[in-house]
């Protein structure tokens, strides 16, 4: 719905660069998908469609990945942000995209368990 879709310049911007020394490069458009079925029919359009696809999380990352250098569809997954599965046993937790670090080690607080900067292996749903 229109809720999750944004053509505004000011949103597109937003969306067009990450903390990375490079210029902004907006998308066409951005969503906000907020279940894996709606990724899934997404990303089916944007195939047949030939249009490019950039996934974004913060914008924080410093690489430049997020810059929509040939336009397309921004994915913004922040709100598929649950938390879908904790094994204290075996250490292990099953998350959306949109889950930040900060969000889930509120979570696991009071596990004595943390997921700290620069871990690798989280496993999203």
């Not at 067009?16 to 906000?32: F, I, L, Q, R, T």
């Not at 279940?35 to 359009?45: I, R, Y």
């Not at 950039?54 to 810059?67: A, H």
Request: hydrophobic letters at 40%; proline letters at 6%; aromatic letters at 4%.
């Amino acid at each position: 719905g229109a809720a999750n879709v944004s053509t505004a310049t000011a949103v597109r911007e937003q969306h067009g660069h990450d903390e990375s020394m490079h210029p902004c490069a907006p998308p066409d458009v951005v969503v906000w998908p907020q279940a894996v079925g709606q990724v899934q029919e997404l990303a089916a359009l944007c195939h047949r469609c030939r249009v490019p696809m950039v996934p974004f999380g913060t914008g924080t990352g410093l690489e430049g990945g997020v810059n929509a250098v040939q336009g397309g569809v921004c994915f913004d997954l922040s709100r598929m942000d649950a938390i879908a599965e904790l094994s204290l046993e075996d250490f292990s937790v099953t998350v959306e995209p949109g889950v930040t670090r900060k969000a889930l080690n509120r979570h696991l607080r009071g596990t004595g368990l943390w997921f700290p900067v620069g871990t690798v292996g989280l496993r999203g749903v």
